[in-house]
């Protein structure tokens, strides 16, 4: 284990959290050659323990309109859950974390993951909006040296870029380590961001997708009109907004929306665009999440 610190060599890697973004970033990992341990909770009565992670895996292989990994790379994909499996951090080199957009969850894991992990394996948040600071508060001095966040977009597959984000405390070399391996091996351009709330690309993305919603609604546009503007003319030419947020997961706005108003200075004018949305509300009670879920503002067959 020690030779693996000293080398700086990344030659496996743990994801947690198997969602859209979680197996997305494992599949890469796997594509890469390198292999990958994907681990995520044990659903509520099920049989198998480790259903979630294997269920992601299974959509990977059948990503429309390609696959999201080989075959042959998901021979290099292990499967688990949190309950069982976390200890076997202690065989990864970087830890990529990739939660719920909740603090109490990310920071529950992280308590965890200080006792369990070796002392100089990276841990990275892949947070859309929730400050390093924050994220590493309890934590300890060496887990602060080991912890950045790492900010992958959506669909890993696709999107060519990765904001990081370094705290005071995280130690450059690590950080360099892991930069490193997303360029050479992940293909990825590193964006430094700084440790602001929804860093670049979501303190802008986020108002932006709240914007969306509320100007549809409040001058009575179908979904359909409102991504005529939205698509094309505003730069999404594919999705549109509103199969943006389908894209990104309809469940994600709120939390979006909650944390980072709850690090804004107040007085911020992005306060009255993160409101609650009702609407918002009832599609996700109703299990309309977006793509991953029965459909969102589209509908997905
Ligand atoms: P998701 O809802 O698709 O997946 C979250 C996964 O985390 C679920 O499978 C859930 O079971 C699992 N989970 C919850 N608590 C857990 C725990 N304690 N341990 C292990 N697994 C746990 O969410 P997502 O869209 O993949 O988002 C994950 C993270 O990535 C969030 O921080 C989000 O802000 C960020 N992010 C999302 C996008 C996007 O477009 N969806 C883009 C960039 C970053």
Redesign the pocket.
Known sequence: MGDTIETGAIRKVCV?????????IAAQVANSGTPVLL???V?DGATDRDA?AKG?VAKLLKTDPAPFMSKRAAKLVETG??EDHLDRVGECDWII??????LD??Q??YTRLEELKRPGTAVS??????PLGKLVEGRGDQFRRDFLIT????PPRYMRLIEIVRGEATDPALAQRVEDFADRFLGKRIVPAKDTPGFIA?RIGTYWLAVAINAAMDQGLTIEEADQIGGRPMGVPKTGIFGLID???V??MP??SK?LSSTLPQGDPYFDTLRPMPLVDRMIADGY?GR?GKGGFYTFD
Do not use: Q, W, Y
């Not at 947690?16 to 997305?24: D, H, K, L, Q, S």
């Not at 974390?97 to 909740?102: F, G, I």
């Not at 948040?125 to 929730?130: E, F, K, M, Y």
């Not at 900010?151 to 959506?154: I, K, Q, T, V």
């Open positions: 947690i959290g198997a969602g859209v973004m979680g197996a997305g681990l995520d909770i659903p979630v992601a859950n949190i974390e990739a939660v719920v957009e909740r969850v990310k529950a894991l948040s892949n947070t859309s909006t929730i900010h992958f977009f959506n979501n894209l990104v997961g469940d994600l939390l979006l944390s999440t991953k």
